[in-house]
């Protein structure tokens, strides 16, 4: 289509490296920010109805949310192990880490699913009190954010699998790679605020 | 000779360039279409306004009608078209780059601001009556599309979200060898500057509209009080980007007048380094006074004066742009061409507007003048006098490079002349009338303040004669225009050192840069 020359991306891997990275940083500020308006309705909300807050997270099931919890974060090694593989060459390592990786974020969302479907039988519902609503709105809109980083792994993986990525170029695992372990770490703060405030 | 222009040809060449010209013309072509939209249904609402009774429309209808106005003119207009339009242009040529950093993502803003309009569009079935605020709880109630509009409100967010995401990364990242940052031009200063707050700020106002939607579909409470919720929790929100969101509109506008001055007045920039850090300063000191919209709104009297405060310390840094304009045209050799026209008239009516918002940054001016024409007056001189007058010199400034031909200036001077009487008309009495009382967003008022009324509404209409001549000109000599030279005006930024329109690859060798872009010959005294 006759485009211009994107020379710096013929620069050196480096230099498109760290570009790409201050790229996904800027953007996760911005998910920083996203997030940061449910924390400070969370805040707001918990301060002005603490007894509410604390009877209704006893109703949440602590086990399959520690579950996920070890879920999510073997998830994070896996994705580091399969970054650590490619950087040395090894493609294959990087294909199994990403497998690895993409069948725990499954296993997250089925769990989670399981979770949704218990308090769906108990009638507790958003709306249902302040607490509840805070619950789904902030684990739903994180598990649109795993289903993000699910579709850019998957993305990895299949140019794993052509065999674009070598030790001088894995930009896209690197970028997906920082973004899978702010989804997770997301979660690592979610889980205490809404499980085990006790 | 080969340009972006006619280097290939066909619709499907626009809708997938990666050239960051060619989307920076095709934001302008979306956004600049809206302002004349939005334009419109600021006519009918002047229009309806002309009697004091509802001769022309219902009350409800009025509501649409300037809801539709402040909801296009602020998020289809005014926040996106210097920054995606005129930024997606020139950010990559006034440092020296080829492209932006990620022009795919780049052409993926584009298209997710297409679809957002798209999604606005077909909101319009059951137009919106809740003010472009949307204040809960009655935006959680009413039968109109919320739910549509804000979506798409959404849908252009992200894109506002990634182009500024691509301007820090391609500040940072693919300035020309030489060119530091303080050798940056300022317009570069005040889209950094914007693209920060676009970063901070338009999240939180995406989570409030998620929220917002949650509310109405599945009755979340989070901004209703009988579940326990906060309807000043929604205020407070809101307010945390929109506030933030006029700096959005009103530095990237700075950032053109501070390139036009010096070049009109043939003179270096006076007080740069002050230039670039006051857009930072406004930039920061922005998100600290939302809560001045809520004067009146209930909030603690500690957290009035921590507001209040720090509305006043907004003005310092804008104070300083203003003398430093003044300060580079003195003594210098002034050249009135049609852009620095609009620049004079950017800095007198910003003058008017930036002087009377610590009227309303006050806490015992503001219970008297909140929600009265004072502020309707106040926000205009700002935004059209400020923003707009702004994007009008810019465009004059930047057409012979984006299009290869020259303005007519005869008819830009008529056409100016239009805007700066119809302006002045328009809204210059709604200061009196605010002070006398009249409450914004009525459309029936007592039959006292039916002079004013009749001046504003005469007023819009030679606005609106100015501003059809302007685009009249712009399509105009898109044909009929002479030839532009490479650099009509005779500045010193890099646009102006490559062919109009400049070729697809901007450089045919990366510039090095070892001056800065101010540098005019000193005058003999």
């Known amino acids: 289509m ?161 065999g674009d990525f070598s030790t001088e170029y894995a930009v896209p695992v690197e970028i997906s790679g920082i973004y899978w372990h702010f989804v997770d770490l997301i979660w690592i703060y979610l889980f205490p605020m809404l499980y085990l405030m006790g | 000779m080969k340009n972006y222009l006619n280097e290939t040809r066909g619709l499907s060449s626009w809708i997938f360039t990666l050239d960051h010209k060619r989307i920076g013309i095709m934001y302008l072509c979306i956004i600049l279409f809206f302002f004349l939209v939005g334009g419109v249904f600021g006519l009918l609402v002047r229009l309806e306004l002309l009697r004091p009774n509802n001769w022309l429309m219902s009350s ?3 509501n649409e009608m300037f809801t539709l106005h402040g909801v296009i003119m602020i998020f289809l207009f005014v926040i996106p078209i210097i920054p995606s339009a005129l930024g997606n242009f020139f950010v990559p040529l006034l440092i020296g780059a080829r492209d932006v950093a990620f022009p795919r993502l780049n052409l993926f803003s584009v298209w997710l601001f297409g679809a957002g309009v798209l999604v606005v569009i077909a909101s319009f079935s059951h137009p919106i009556d809740t003010g472009w605020t949307f204040y809960t709880p009655y935006s959680a109630r009413t039968a109109a599309a919320v739910t549509i509009l804000v979506g798409g409100i959404f849908l252009m967010g992200m894109s506002t979200i990634l182009t500024a995401l691509n301007f820090i990364v391609t500040i940072h990242r693919l300035r020309a ?102 857009s930072l300063a406004i930039a920061f000191s922005g998100f600290l006074v939302w809560g001045h919209h809520m004067f009146v709104a209930g909030m603690s009297n500690a957290a009035d004066i921590f507001f209040s405060f720090f509305t006043f310390s907004v003005a310092v840094p804008t104070g300083i742009k203003v003398f430093n304009w003044i300060a580079t045209m003195y003594k210098g050799s002034i050249h009135l061409d049609t852009p620095m026209i609009y620049a004079l008239t950017f800095i007198f009516s910003f003058i008017i507007g930036g002087l009377t918002g610590p009227f309303l940054g006050a806490l015992a001016t503001d219970v008297p003048l909140h929600d009265t024409y004072f502020v309707v007056a106040h926000f205009h001189y700002t935004m059209m006098g400020g923003t707009v007058m702004g994007l009008f010199a810019g465009l004059h400034y930047w057409y012979p490079k984006m299009t290869g031909k020259m303005l007519n200036e005869k008819t830009a001077k008529v056409a100016w002349a239009l805007v700066f009487v119809g302006f002045f008309v328009t809204f210059f009495n709604m200061f009196i009338l605010g002070m006398r009382g009249m409450p914004r967003r009525w459309a029936t008022y007592p039959p006292r303040f039916q002079t004013e009324h009749i001046i504003s509404t005469v007023g819009s209409w030679i606005l609106a004669a100015g501003i059809v001549i302007m685009f009249y000109n712009f399509i105009r000599c898109l044909k009929k225009g002479e030839k532009a030279p490479p650099n009509p005006w005779g500045g010193r930024t890099l646009e102006w050192q490559v062919p109009s329109p400049p070729p697809t690859e901007n450089f045919s060798e990366i510039p090095v840069i070892t001056d800065w872009p101010y540098s005019y010959p000193k005058r003999e005294e």
């Not at chain 1, 485009?3 to 953007?27: C, R």
């Not at chain 2, 693209?195 to 901070?200: A, E, F, K, L």
């Not at chain 2, 006029?246 to 740069?272: D, N, Q, T």
Request: net charge positive.
């Open chain 1, 2 to 162: 006759g485009e211009p020359e994107k020379d710096w991306e013929q620069k050196n891997p480096v230099f498109v490296l760290e570009t790409s990275k201050l790229g996904i940083w800027t953007f996760l500020a911005t998910e920083l920010l996203l997030f940061g308006a449910l924390f400070t309705v969370y805040t707001i909300f918990r301060i002005k109805y603490p007894e509410l807050f604390y009877a209704q997270h006893l109703r949440l099931n602590r086990i399959m949310g520690f579950a996920n919890t070890i879920v999510l974060i073997c998830s994070s090694l896996s994705v580091a192990i399969g970054i650590a593989g490619i950087r040395r060459g090894k493609a294959g390592v990087l294909k199994v880490a990403l497998v690895v990786t993409l069948i725990l974020g499954g296993a997250f969302l089925v769990i989670k699913g399981f979770e949704y479907k218990e308090h769906f039988e108990r009638g507790e519902f958003p709306g249902t009190n302040i607490f509840f609503s805070l619950y789904y709105v902030m684990t739903a809109i994180h598990a649109l954010h795993v289903v993000a980083g699910m579709s850019a792994l998957a993305y990895c993986l299949i140019r794993t699998a052509r």
């Open chain 2, 60 to 62: 409800q209808t009025y």
């Open chain 2, 177 to 278: 060898p030489g060119m530091t940052w303080f050798r940056l031009p300022l317009f570069i200063w005040g889209i950094y500057a914007t693209s920060i707050i676009n970063i901070i700020a338009t999240p939180v106002v995406g989570m409030t509209f998620i929220l917002l939607v949650a509310e109405r579909i599945f009755g979340i409470g989070f901004f209703d009080p009988a579940k326990g919720g906060d309807p000043l929790l929604f205020q407070h929100f809101f307010w945390f980007y929109s506030h933030p969101a006029v700096y959005v509109m009103i530095l990237p506008a700075m950032g053109i007048i501070s390139e036009i001055i010096p070049v009109f007045s043939r003179k270096p920039i006076f007080g740069y380094k002050a230039i670039a850090y006051s």
